[in-house]
């Protein structure tokens, strides 16, 4: 079963065609420099808890909590509905890398 977002031919023929780091403050706020054609997104929490929503803004105490080191696969509609925002004091840092088929 291929990883959720990426398409039915696998990762292992997709090459990254972009990438960012977004700073996860106390403000909900969304990915700044999406592709506009992507198959999927490979997202890494680096250093600070953070919380995701997909419908509407997360608090620091509602979404999809992602801890430190934490990954996942997003597809192109989870990357362009998800709002970040952090959980603690200190703010968070997202690595995102965007690939595309062949």
Not at 19 to 47: C, K, M, N, R
């Amino acid at each position: 079963m291929p990883l959720k977002g990426a398409s039915a031919r696998g990762r292992d023929q997709s090459r990254p065609i972009a990438d960012e780091t977004l700073a996860v403050t106390d403000a909900a706020a969304g990915l700044a420099s999406i592709p506009g054609t992507f198959t999927y997104a490979f997202i890494e929490v680096q250093d600070q808890p953070l919380r995701v929503r997909f419908l509407g803004d997360p608090t620091s105490a509602v979404g999809h909590f992602y801890a430190p080191g934490q990954t996942d696969v997003w597809n192109p509609v989870e990357v362009r509905a998800a709002r970040m925002i952090r959980t603690t004091g200190t703010n968070a840092a997202v690595f995102v890398t965007y690939y595309v088929d062949g």
